[in-house]
């Protein structure tokens, strides 16, 4: 029997996982949304292409969770935007109330699912995921620090002008702008960064992939990144399924790892069947240190703010 993951929000992000999932027939998937209409037509338009590519999964749109039941995997991406003149406060509020409405749902139609929270703000979303359903961390996750990681490995091809596939790569911390790169990790076919590019460089790609998001929206002028952060999604789903113990960088649940003190971060994680089998440690330098305590200090305030929303 084929695995089955729910996909909470139709939007683009949303439409393009389940895109990438069936292309991949790494499941059946249910694509749900509040919308009527939205999701059905999305998911009959997608199976309407399962014949032209010889794919052979079932996907369906619906706006009823009972559709959902016993999903292996559910990822949320339901929210909204920050909209012009929306403060940071609104934002967490109303995105706040969306994902703790579903993750109830989620809970109770399937229990023992592993979550993928996509939701901004990301770090704040899945200290709600967590605060709700109550599942064990190992099945709750974050997915930024592998788009991260992706956007800043594909500057550094760009500028080396060498292929992504000899690139490895990753960050650390919240996501966006407090996200801490870590260059003296990455290497080129096994070749460390600060040998191949200059300091100056490298900052500048650092700086690039921090605000990789912002210049997206910057150029789309009504919308925002899909295509990246709905691959992200599949690389973590796939890992997962098929129980391949890949070692990527998503938002996990730490507490004495890396000093965190019991909130979500982004850190580098062993994924595979049961969901975040184990947190990487690695050392890090003063410099990146400090960075890292400023990025958790962030993602406190926000779970701070959270915190308030759900005991009120």
Known sequence: ???????????????????WIITKELADVVLIDVIEGVPQGKALDLLEACPVEGIDVRIVGTNDYKETQDSDIVVVTAGIARKPGMSRSDLIKTNTGIVKEVCQKVAKTSPKA???IVSNPLDAMVYVAHRVTGFPRERILGMAGVLDSARFRAFIAMELGVSVEDIQGFVLGG????MVPLPRYATVSGIPLPQLLSADRIKALVDRARNGGAEIVNLLKTGSAYYAPSASIIQMVESILKDKRRILP??????????????????????????????????LASEERKLLDASVGQVKELCKEVEQILSS
């Open 1 to 19: 029997m084929r695995k089955k993951i729910t996909i909470v929000g139709a939007g683009n992000v949303g439409a393009t996982a389940a895109h």
């Open 114 to 116: 592993i979550l993928i």
């Open 175 to 178: 996501h966006g702008d407090s």
């Open 250 to 283: 998503c938002a996990a649940y730490c507490d004495k790892e890396y000093g965190v003190g019991g909130y979500f971060i982004g850190v580098p994680v062993v994924l595979g069947s049961r969901g975040m089998e184990k947190v990487i440690e690695i050392d």
